[in-house]
């Protein structure tokens, strides 16, 4: 994949170079300067080797608008960022991640993921007259028909592109390495020049504005006047006999002239020549490039040879003659810069004599070319195909074909040969621009959601309440956190990145598995862990062996069939294994190497979206659409068809197949998507599969490397649409389908394989080492290994209660005030009151702290004092709960100990602990806090942090603090509580202060 991204990068910064370079010489003749011609030439050259960072798309062929065309060509106005029509800004934000993906790619191997919003309509139509509102949702190649038909990767072409290309490039980066070592050893005989030769020299440095000045240097050799830069001082190698043919006026032309290759820096365009030619060896273009460049370079030193000694046209004249005859034949050193060919001689003696060239670029014209440079050699458009359907090029009579029937069993039976089979595979995922730019998009429509009134939007027909457009606004600042984490350089960077998200061992015969996996972190992806340590048995084996790693084993032999062990992980220090006889409440132990199943025999259906699954349903689900050519290749079309009632009545879901009968009947790509009573693709693609690699395994055919693509919402096209509109016209758009584009893939490939493998039945039988304790998901208890009696069961209690967002704050319960009063919280009403829980604090003796506690506890009473202190004059209320059997000497003696005093009371007994504490907390005494507004009702509470909006929050405020949470696992205990207390003082006032803002803005 990268080797791809590669390749298609460089042969796109060809065919831009090579439109520059005709650009260029067409328009030589009418610029006088040669400094300019060489200037364009270099970043031409630049242009072959600079990675692109600016892709824009280009429609090669683009769809017909979806209004009649006197509407289309309506007046531009507002971007989606300040449209009138503030209802389709909100469909942005709906249609972005927050929701979840109504026909989402489901990961290999995982529960169904979250993702955009991606309607099943949203397909890629592959035929070539389609003029669908898709047709802007775009597949970006730059050389599509060099290395895909209809899409389809052919590996052993691109394999073998790749391996002459870069075999080439090593053998010209050796060749050249060669060459330049051997002509240095050569200049180990050269001799000093003459002292007066030397002040020459420095001479004429001075006066063409060198500060540093090139050694000179003699040699016996017969070679041509030149510049050598290499890893040490530059340096004029002039040969001595030459030298003592010309007179002082010649010697100062001769020296004048690579004097200026030194100061225009040739030397660099000759190492810019050296790397280029290694990558771009085979192509003429270069080497067309790289003698327009070397005769302009010439030229332009002549000029400054003139303008700086204009006398001594004659003798520079001569001088050229002379040199040019006194080499015997033509050379080019490598990396050197000389006096040019022969071949162009008489039209520079021509230019000398009778010409006035300018060398040099003005200031304005600097810039001009800078600002071109910065324009192109970023730049490398993608080519966008509209998206149509594939056509049946060749089809061919019915009768010709295999029947359905015959295509599923010899799909079924090629891999059931192998079976029972082991393997080990790996998945890797990676993201590309297109979702980069979603997320950007995203962000800038989020971002203005603060302007909008609540009047002006609808959820499902209705104007939200203030609660619940409140928690609108809440969500989308947690969204746009999260976004602009995703959205840093750094972030971006390792998104583009590719990961390996996942790596498994799986041996099954059809009717039994086993499977292994590893515990790892990101760091701990790449490095490959090894799978089998060894025998699982006998079963201490587990315990020295396979403590990171998960083993699961399905037999029917087994009672019950599902053993699972995850052994001594951390996170579960006595619970290490399980048993049951459903699958199913484990999604992450999915299968999803293909099989060739019609029905697994255990506890799982078949992966959505899979070899297997697409090649397993009913005969008459399916219909032959033809055949077709993929790279000279036969290959038999094959379409399966389902209702899709949620698009519309006529409307169908269809899996479009491209069968390979030569290589065991596998699908070579897979496309799902709605289509239409004419089965025309409706939108774009849902997502495909293509199948990038099959290897022959004792037999038979398997598809080793298999690539998952998702789509992503094309946000940029629809704003061009939108942009084109008049703003009544844009309603109309809000209600079609937002086009989509290739977003993040996923590659399923094997890492090795073994077919006809055997297995020991103590695999699969995964006896637990003695004194593990396991669960059994059958009756709910928990057991040791060795004993046939459940662990008694942890004693029943009533199910906790935790207080929702925005309702009304429950009351308190209270047994005793400290200071003997009765208060309530509606006597706090038009305030906002911070209800703090002072649970396991309490268990200290405040006289005699132990030495082990004395930091924690000075922490915590610092974090509650610079609370007081900060809101000590505004409109805050602090009440503070201890728990029940609470004496009010302790409470005291805790005042005392932090040195300030505040509402406190004793929470009221009840059988589940503090009524209070219950009501809020669900019993649990652990220190915590909840906010209540001036219109009591709860605004935050420390349960508002379970699931992915809480870890945003935490990870957003350590963001603003510059607090790194990647190595907070690095810290000390004590550390680590300091930090988190200083992230939770953070968030706690950031919520007051915005409690008190809404008090007042009512």
């Known amino acids: 994949m990268v080797m791809t991204l590669l390749l298609n990068g460089m042969l796109s910064n060809m065919l831009i170079a090579a439109g520059l370079f005709a650009v260029v010489m067409l328009l030589r003749r009418w610029i006088i300067n040669p400094a300019v011609i060489h200037l364009l030439l270099v970043l031409i050259l630049v242009k072959l080797i600079m990675p692109a960072y600016w892709q824009p798309q280009i429609e090669l062929f683009p769809a017909e608008s979806v209004f009649d065309e006197k509407n289309s060509n309506g007046e531009q106005t507002d971007t989606l960022t300040n449209h009138s029509d503030k209802q389709e800004l909100l469909s942005v934000v709906a249609s972005s991640s927050l929701q979840q993906s109504r026909a989402p790619l489901k990961y290999l191997s995982e529960r169904q993921a979250a993702s955009t919003s991606l309607t099943p309509a949203s397909s890629i139509d592959l035929k070539k007259n389609q003029s669908n509102v898709s047709n802007d949702a775009a597949d970006s190649h730059w050389i599509p028909g060099f290395l895909s038909g209809n899409r389809l990767r052919e590996t052993s072409f691109l394999t073998a592109l790749i391996l002459t290309w870069g075999t080439g490039s090593i053998v010209c980066f050796l060749l050249s390495a060669i060459r330049i070592l051997r002509f240095q050893q050569r200049l180990r005989h050269t001799q000093p020049a003459s002292h007066d030769l030397i002040q020459q020299t420095s001479f004429l440095a001075a006066r063409i504005g060198l500060k540093s000045v090139p050694r000179v240097e003699l040699t016996t050799a017969n070679i041509s006047p030149l510049l050598w830069v290499f890893c040490n001082r530059a340096r004029i190698i002039l040969p001595a006999k030459l030298l003592a043919q010309l007179n002082q006026a010649e010697r100062e032309t001769l020296l004048l002239h690579e004097l200026a290759h030194y100061r225009r820096r040739d030397h660099w365009v000759r190492l810019l020549e050296l790397l280029t030619t290694g990558v771009y060896w085979w192509n003429p273009l270069l080497w067309w490039l790289r003698r327009e460049i070397r005769i302009t370079e010439e030229v332009c030193c002549d000029a400054w040879v003139i303008q700086t000694l204009p006398d001594q ?96 069993n010899e799909y079924h039976a090629n891999l059931q040969n192998l079976l029972p089979i082991e393997m080990t595979y790996r998945v890797l995922s990676q993201e590309n621009m297109n979702c980069i730019t979603r997320d950007q998009f995203e962000l800038k429509a989020i971002k203005q959601f603060p302007n909008l009134d609540r009047s002006e939007i609808t959820v499902d027909g209705k104007v939200p309440s203030e609660d619940e457009f409140r928690f609108m606004d809440i969500s989308f600042q947690l969204k746009q956190q999260q976004l602009e984490r995703q959205l840093t350089p750094e972030a971006i960077q390792e998104r583009l990145r590719e990961k390996v998200v996942e790596q498994r061992y799986f041996w099954t015969d059809g009717s039994s598995f086993h499977q292994r996996w ?41 009672q019950p069939p599902l053993r699972h062990w995850f052994g001594r992980n951390k996170e579960r220090s006595s619970l290490q294994a399980s048993i049951g006889n459903q699958q199913k409440e484990m999604p992450a132990l999915h299968t999803s190497a293909p099989l060739g199943l019609k029905a697994y025999q255990w506890d799982e259906k078949l992966p959505t979206y899979s070899l297997d699954d697409s090649m397993s349903k009913n005969p008459d689900q399916y219909k032959i659409a033809g055949r077709s050519q993929v790279n000279g290749q036969s290959v038999i079309l094959v379409d399966s068809f389902s209702e899709y009632p949620q698009r519309s009545k006529e409307s169908r879901w269809r899996m479009r197949a491209w069968i390979d009968p030569s290589q065991g009947y596998l699908p070579l790509r897979i496309e799902w998507g709605v289509v239409d009573p004419s089965n025309k693709l409706i939108s774009g693609l849902s997502h495909h599969l293509e199948t990038l690699e099959i290897k022959q395994v004792a037999n038979s055919f398997y598809p080793v490397r298999i690539k998952y693509q998702e789509y992503t919402l094309d946000y940029p096209t629809q704003q061009k649409r939108s942009d084109k509109l008049k703003p009544e016209e844009r309603a109309r758009l809000a209600q079609l389908p937002i086009p989509v584009i290739e977003g993040r893939c996923k590659t399923w490939e094997v890492v090795s394989i073994k077919a006809n493998q055997s297995i020991e039945p103590e695999t699969l039988a995964l006896q637990f080492p003695e004194g593990t304790v396991y669960e059994n998901k059958i009756d709910g208890q928990k057991y040791v290994t060795g004993k046939t009696q459940p662990l008694p069961p942890e004693p029943e209690s009533e199910p906790p209660k935790f207080v929702n967002f925005l309702e009304q704050a429950p009351p308190l319960q209270i047994q005793e005030w400290l200071d003997g009063n009765t208060r309530n919280l509606a006597d706090f009403r038009g305030k906002v009151v911070v209800l703090l829980f002072l649970g396991d604090v309490m268990h200290f003796d405040f006289e005699q702290i132990p030495a082990e506690n004395q930091q924690w506890l000075e922490m915590i009473k610092q974090t509650i004092k610079a609370f007081h202190t900060k809101y000590a004059e505004k409109e805050v209320v602090f009440l503070e709960l201890y728990p029940p059997g609470t004496s009010k000497e302790k409470i005291r003696a805790f005042h005392q100990f932090r040195g300030f005093e505040t509402h406190a009371a004793i929470d009221q007994s009840a059988p589940t602990g503090g009524a209070t504490n219950f009501q809020y907390h669900g019993g649990i005494l652990d220190l915590s806090f909840y906010l209540i507004d001036s219109d009591g009702r709860v605004i935050f509470g420390p349960h508002f942090w379970d699931g992915e909006l809480g870890e945003m929050y935490f990870q957003n405020a ?45």
């Not at 440079?373 to 998206?387: E, G, M, N, R, T």
């Not at 907070?968 to 915005?994: F, H, N, P, T, W």
Request: charged letters at 25%.
């Open 518 to 558: 590893p515990y790892w972190s990101d760091s701990e992806r790449q490095q490959n862990p090894k799978l089998d340590q060894g025998p699982v048995w006998p079963p201490e084996n587990l315990n020295q062996h396979y403590d990171s790693i998960k083993l699961i084993s399905w037999s029917k032999d087994n």
């Open 958 to 1002: 350590a963001d603003k603090l510059s607090i790194s949470l990647d190595s907070s696992e690095e810290l000390s205990l004590e550390e680590g509580a300091r930090v988190s207390l200083r992230i939770m003082e953070y968030i706690i006032s950031e919520q007051i202060d915005k409690a008190l803002a809404a008090k007042k803005s009512k």
């Open 313 to 408: 046209r004659r003798a520079y004249a001569e001088v050229l003659v002379k040199a040019m005859g006194f080499v015997s034949q033509s050379q080019q050193i490598t990396a050197a810069t000389g006096m040019g060919s022969q071949h162009f001689l008489e039209q520079r003696l021509k230019s000398i004599m009778c010409n006035s060239v300018r060398s040099r670029l003005s200031r304005p014209l600097k810039t001009g070319i800078a600002v071109l440079a910065l324009l192109l050699l970023p730049f490398a458009p993608i080519a966008v195909h509209s998206q149509t359907e594939t056509e049946s090029e060749t089809a061919v009579a019915k009768d010709t074909l295999p029947t359905v029937e015959e295509i599923l």
